[in-house]
C-alpha cells in the first residue's frame, strides 16, 4: 500500500493551538500541510478545498472549533457558549450541501451543553474528546464500509469511480475507494478507471494521486470517456461517494455523478454509493431539497490553464454537486450494511438506531 497511509488529512495540533491539515490543491505535485490557527483561516480552507470530502470536513469542523475555543478566556458559561454559537454559525456557513459539516458541530454543541454546571476546564476537554470521537468514529466507518462493499465484488474486476472519495476525503482509507483499498490488501488485482471530475479535477489529482500511492492499477480518463470504457466491457462496477443522501435515497455528489449513473444503468452495470450513517439527512425528503453550492466561474474558464481557455464575460454555470435519483442507484451502502430499493425504510432504521446509540 505504499505510504498512502502515513498521510494525515486533518489532525488538532494543541500545543501549537492549530487545525493541521494537507493542503489538497497543493496536490499531486506538493505535500504541503497547513496550520491553522483562526476560525477565519479554517473557514477559508474549507471554502476553497484546501480540506474537502464530506467526511474529512466534518471532521475538521470539529477540531477546528475545539482548536478555537481553547483559547478563549471567560468568566462564565454563557459568554463561551455564546462564542461557540459564533464560530459554529460561521464555520457552517462555508459549505452548504455536505451534511457531516453541520452535523458534527452539533454533535459540538450537544456535548459542550452536557457539561455547562462545570467549569471552563470541563468545557474545553469536553469539546477535545468529542473531536477525537467524531475523528475515531470516521475511521472505523470507512473501514466497515470497506468490507460491505468488498462483499459485493469479485477479483479482477474493473472499477469505475468519479471524484475523490479516498484516503484524503476522511480520515481513513476512504468511503468509495474502501473496498478498492481492502481488495489491494488482499490480492483481488482491481483495475481501476478514475474520471478525471471536471472542473476541479479531484479525480485526477487526488483519486489518480492515491490510488497509484497505494499500488493499485489505475488509469486517468476525462469524464466523458467513461461511456466508451463502459460500452467496451472493461467496467464491471462504479463506486461514488456521497456528501448528502436525502431520505428517499437521492444522492447529491460532485457533479458529473449522475451522469455517470445514467451510463451505469444503460449499460447494466452496478452503480454502488457509499458512505457514512452521518450523511443520511431524514430531515430532507427527496434530492430537490438539497442545497446545490454553485461556484466561481473561474474555475470553468481559467482556474488549471496558463492563459484563460474560455472567452471574456461569457456566461457560465457551475454547480459543485448534482443529485443522482434513487431510482438509478443500485444500492447505497454504509457502515451498517448495504441498503437495496426501496431504500427510505432502511436508511430511516439505520439512521434512528444510530441517533438513538
Not at 477525537?132 to 464500509?145: M, N
Not at 451522469?259 to 452503480?271: E, H, N, S
Amino acid at each position: 500500500m505504499g505510504n498512502l497511509f502515513t498521510m494525515v488529512t486533518v489532525r488538532a495540533d494543541y500545543e501549537q493551538g492549530a487545525l493541521v491539515i494537507l493542503d489538497q490543491t497543493q496536490l499531486p505535485n506538493q505535500e504541503v500541510y497547513l496550520a491553522l490557527k483562526t476560525a477565519e483561516e479554517i473557514w477559508e480552507a474549507i471554502y476553497s478545498l484546501k480540506v474537502r470530502g464530506a467526511p474529512a470536513i466534518g471532521v475538521a469542523a470539529a477540531y477546528g472549533i475545539s482548536v478555537c475555543m481553547q483559547k478563549v478566556v471567560v468568566a462564565g458559561f454563557e459568554e463561551f457558549y455564546r462564542k461557540f454559537v459564533k464560530i459554529k454559525a460561521y464555520l457552517a456557513s462555508s459549505r452548504p450541501t455536505a451534511v457531516n459539516l453541520f452535523m458534527a458541530l452539533d454533535r459540538m454543541e450537544v456535548r459542550l451543553l452536557r457539561h455547562q454546571k462545570e467549569d471552563v476546564k470541563a468545557w474545553k476537554q469536553a469539546l477535545r474528546e468529542e473531536a477525537e470521537a467524531i475523528r475515531a468514529e470516521d475511521a472505523g466507518a470507512c473501514r466497515r464500509i470497506g468490507e460491505w462493499g468488498l462483499s459485493l465484488l469479485k477479483p479482477g474486476m474493473g472499477l469505475l469511480t468519479h471524484c475523490n472519495a479516498g484516503h484524503l476525503a476522511v480520515s481513513e482509507y476512504g468511503t468509495a475507494l474502501a473496498p478498492i483499498y481492502l481488495g489491494q490488501e488482499r490480492g483481488y488485482g482491481f483495475s481501476v478507471f478514475a474520471d478525471e471530475t471536471r472542473p476541479l479535477l479531484q479525480g485526477a489529482r487526488l483519486t489518480a494521486f492515491e490510488l497509484q500511492k497505494a499500488g493499485v492499477d489505475v488509469t486517468l480518463i476525462c469524464d466523458n470517456m467513461a461511456s466508451s470504457v463502459m460500452k467496451q466491457g472493461r467496467v464491471q462496477a462504479v463506486l461514488v461517494g456521497c456528501d448528502r443522501v436525502a431520505a428517499n435515497g437521492d444522492t447529491a455528489n460532485k457533479i458529473g455523478t449522475s451522469g455517470v449513473a445514467v451510463l451505469a444503468k444503460y449499460y447494466g452495470i452496478p452503480f454502488y454509493v457509499l458512505g457514512p450513517i452521518s450523511t443520511i439527512d431524514l430531515g430532507c425528503p427527496a434530492g430537490e431539497q438539497i442545497q446545490i453550492e454553485e461556484r466561481a466561474h473561474e474555475e470553468v474558464t481559467e482556474k488549471w490553464y496558463t492563459r484563460r481557455m474560455a472567452p471574456e464575460r461569457v456566461n457560465v454555470y457551475n454547480p459543485a454537486f448534482d443529485v443522482t435519483s434513487a431510482d438509478l442507484i443500485t444500492a447505497i451502502i454504509t457502515e451498517k450494511g448495504i441498503a437495496y430499493p426501496p431504500f427510505e425504510e432502511t436508511l430511516r432504521e439505520w439512521k434512528m438506531k444510530d441517533i438513538l446509540t
